[in-house]
């Protein structure tokens, strides 16, 4: 079964919906193709990091607000073995990522590239939004950290990229993650590892009986 994964590099539900799919998988019997998809939360520039609980707390209604909306999704987070760090977090436009990712997957490694660039975000504080330090965590994964500096510095995925931003979009895809499984059927949210197996269970019954 195809699985594609809608999602963005510094959503922490994605993330949680990761741990959690991964999860399912492990027990899951039936044979498994993940696919990374990109959506981006916010697409406008970033021309300077900022601390997200400051970059965010006007979009929550200020600061206090701000902070009661991490503390849940980190104590969420941390029920599935997930460390996020608020305090670290910064602001990152997330386009080069996501190219990076679809340049590992040619590689054989977007799994470890997506799990990388979760913990860069969320655990070390890391700007996903600078060249050089996707650059850094290509190599930390295994990768030739001067080849995908030099993939980021190029042209190469920008317009493919693009045209999976806008695919995302006129499937309505308009929260993440979203999970679709063998192309026709959508799970969205950072669904409990028995929801996705559940899904997972159906969608292979009706596949079978499709066919």
């Known amino acids: 079964m195809e699985i594609e994964i809608y999602a963005d590099v510094v959503c922490p539900w994605c993330y949680i919906g990761k741990r959690r799919l991964d999860e399912a998988l492990a027990s899951y019997p039936g044979e498994v193709t993940v696919h990374y998809r990109p959506f981006q939360l916010d697409p406008s520039p970033v021309p300077e990091?900022?601390?997200?609980?400051?970059?965010l707390a006007g979009k929550f209604g200020g600061p206090e607000r701000a902070r009661q909306v991490f503390t849940h999704v980190t104590q969420v987070a941390a029920g599935d073995g997930l460390h996020l760090d608020?305090?670290?977090?910064v602001t990152a436009?997330?386009?080069?990522?996501?190219?990076?990712?679809?340049?590992?997957?040619?590689?054989?490694?977007a799994a470890e590239m997506v799990e990388a660039l979760y913990q860069a975000h969320f655990h070390h504080g890391v700007d996903i939004g600078s060249r050089e330090a996707l650059a850094t965590l290509a190599g930390e994964i295994g990768l030739d950290a001067a080849d995908a500096r030099r993939f980021l510095a190029s042209d190469e995925r920008v317009t493919d990229v693009a045209a999976q931003l806008a695919e995302a979009q006129g499937l309505g895809i308009s929260s993440v993650p979203t999970f679709?499984?063998?192309?026709?059927?959508?799970?969205?949210?950072?669904?409990e590892v028995q929801t996705l197996l559940a899904a997972l269970t159906?969608?292979?019954?009706?596949?079978?009986a499709a066919h």
């Open 180 to 191: 679709v499984l063998a192309g026709k059927y959508a799970v969205s949210g950072a669904q």
């Open 202 to 208: 159906e969608v292979e019954q009706r596949e079978a």
């Open 86 to 89: 608020y305090d670290r977090a």
């Open 93 to 109: 436009n997330t386009f080069d990522a996501h190219r990076l990712v679809s340049w590992a997957t040619d590689r054989g490694r």
């Open 49 to 55: 990091p900022l601390p997200v609980v400051q970059a």
